[in-house]
Every structure is written in C-alpha cells, then in structure tokens.
C-alpha cells in the first residue's frame, strides 16, 4: 500500500481480555516496529523486526505482550489479560532495507483498557 | 545507553517568528537522526532525515541540522504559520539496523 496502514483505529477492551494490533507495512519494506505512546510520553520502544533474522524484543514490557511478523509482512501485536496501564496508543513503523533509513509511521492504534 | 533530550517542551510563538527547536543526545556515535512532527490524535510525519555524515537537511521552511561531536541537532522553522502548530520529535538511530530512540518532544503553538 501506499503508508503503513494499522487497525483498529481504536479498541475499547475490558481489564483482563485479549486484543491483537495489526500492522500493514509499506510494500517491500523489510524492516518493522513497534512502538507505545502513552498519554504525556514520549515513544517507547517495543518489538523491531528485520528480514529473516530474529526480532529484537528487548523492548517489551512483559510476557503479556509478544508480536509476530508473517511471511515478513503484516505483523500483529497482541496484549494478553490487559491491564489498564496497557492504555496508550501503539504505533507501527517500516523502514526499507535500501535508501536513507527513514521511518515512515502509521497512525496509529488507541487501546483503552477499562 | 543513548539518551535524548529536546528542549523546550513547549514553545508559543506569534506567527511569522523564525524558531529553533533543540535536540541533544548522550552518544555522539549515531547512524543517523530524524524529524517528525505529531500532530494531535495522529502518526508521526517524518520531516528531515539526517546521515550522520551531513551536517544539515532542508525541506522547504524546514532546516535540520547535526553536530554529532556536540551531540546536538536544531530544528530550524523559517516564518512559522499556525499550520505548523505541533508536537515536533527528534528521534536517533545508533546503527543501521536498530531502533529509533525518541526524545519527549516539543509541543510548538504558532499564534495567528
């Protein structure tokens, strides 16, 4: 596609439940992030997934939180048993392997955990 | 560990006002530095790439530049206009294939 493309826009989830984040990544791009905006906070980094090779999970909170990349595509965040303190919104980013190594951002999921 | 600061965290300006939005960080060994701007509810934009080899970047009103051996980057806005009101994000990679680190931002508020 065109930019990087998440859904849901928002998602509402009651304490304790499972949500899954989705991230389109722009075609061809062979890198991906995840990244977490809290309320008044700067980006926190997540997940970052390059090619083949293992992704660099050093950012995730807890083992609540995992993400998969299939067919080094879509990746999917997932967040088990929330807490309200998972309320933020989390952003997905793809960087081409070729070129400057820009960032180029999606818009966005906004979890609220009630 | 790389730390990166930007200062002011908000900054009100009249429109028409040149500005400088300050950006600095701990490890001067960087792959390369990047602008976004964020507007509210939104992604980033990515405004101005920096390699850590150039000294400045420019985009139109925008003007992007890099001391790595200062650990510093300013983002310079040429005859700011309210449509560039916006949380503005300095963000730095330390090698190739790693992570962005982000600084807190600075909200910027042009008034007409």
């Known amino acids: 596609g065109a930019g990087v493309s998440q859904s849901p826009s928002n998602k509402v989830t009651e304490k304790g439940k499972d949500v899954e984040l989705r991230c389109d990544p722009i075609?061809?791009?062979?890198?991906l992030y995840w990244y977490r905006q809290s309320l008044g906070q700067g980006l926190e980094f997540l997940i970052y997934?390059?090619?083949?090779?293992?992704?660099?999970k050093s950012g995730l909170p807890s083992d609540r939180f995992s993400a998969e990349r299939t067919g080094g595509s879509v990746s999917t965040l997932t967040i088990q048993r929330t807490q309200q303190e998972d309320s933020a919104v989390y952003l997905c980013?793809?960087?081409?392997?070729?070129?400057?190594?820009?960032?180029?951002f999606g818009e966005g999921s906004r979890l609220t955990v009630l | 560990k790389q730390e990166v600061t930007q200062i002011p965290a908000a900054l009100s300006v009249p429109e028409g006002e040149n500005l400088v939005l300050n950006c600095s960080f701990t490890?001067?060994?960087?792959?390369?530095l990047q602008w976004f701007r964020q507007d509210p509810g939104k992604g980033l934009t990515s405004l101005l790439l920096?390699?850590?080899?150039?000294r400045e970047q420019t985009s139109g009103r925008l003007n992007a530049s890099l001391d790595k051996s200062s650990g510093r980057s300013t983002l310079y806005i040429a005859a700011s206009q309210p449509g560039d009101s916006a949380t503005y994000l300095c963000?730095?990679?330390?090698?190739?294939?790693?992570?962005?680190?982000f600084g807190q931002g600075t909200e910027l508020s042009v008034k007409p």
């Open positions: 490890d001067s060994a960087i792959y390369n």
């Open positions: 963000a730095v990679r330390n090698n190739q294939g790693g992570k962005l680190i």
């Open positions: 997934f390059q090619g083949n090779s293992a992704p660099d």
């Open positions: 920096i390699q850590s080899s150039q």
């Open positions: 980013a793809s960087k081409g392997l070729a070129g400057t190594g820009e960032l180029f």
């Open positions: 075609s061809g791009h062979t890198a």
